[in-house]
């Protein structure tokens, strides 16, 4: 069983791209805060690399903004590839199936909130998102 929840806020908001095939992809890094204060009593976070997928990217890129309160729930991924000088690079991230909006962040410009509520009736997200480091990947590749 793969699943992940995580909480934590946005720590930039996110960065909507599209593969090959025109499918949208975005990318945010979540900072969740640990369960215990270090010994400085100072709580410590971690950063989680997020990727999102199709509809629910383009929601994401929409919607969140640096510093948005969300619950994200989603599977762990880890791809492996070689750079340009030939190191092994390794990433880990969670391949988002749901994003859950927590606060309503600041108000739109119509004077509603800019978003709040689920984005959970987005189709499951997929395998192989691209990031700067990775290689790009081709839709044949991609199993949509």
Request: net charge negative; aromatic share 6%; glycine share 8%.
């Amino acid at each position: 069983m793969n699943n992940v929840t995580l909480v934590g806020r946005l720590t930039r908001a996110p960065e909507l791209r599209y593969t090959s095939g025109q499918v949208p992809v975005a990318n945010f890094t979540l900072a969740v805060d640990r369960p215990f204060v270090n010994q400085s009593g100072e709580r410590e976070a971690d950063f989680i690399p997020i990727v999102a997928w199709r509809g629910l990217a383009e929601t994401c890129a929409k919607h969140l903004q640096k510093g948005r309160l969300v619950a994200v729930q989603g599977q762990l991924r880890t791809r492996r590839w070689e750079d340009k000088e030939g190191n092994r690079r390794l990433a880990v991230e969670v391949v988002a199936d749901r994003v859950e909006f927590l606060d309503w962040g600041k108000q739109s410009k119509s004077g509603e909130p800019a978003g709040g509520g689920a984005a959970e009736d987005i189709p499951e997200a997929e395998d192989a998102p691209e990031t700067e480091d990775a290689p790009e990947t081709e839709e044949e590749a991609v199993p949509f």
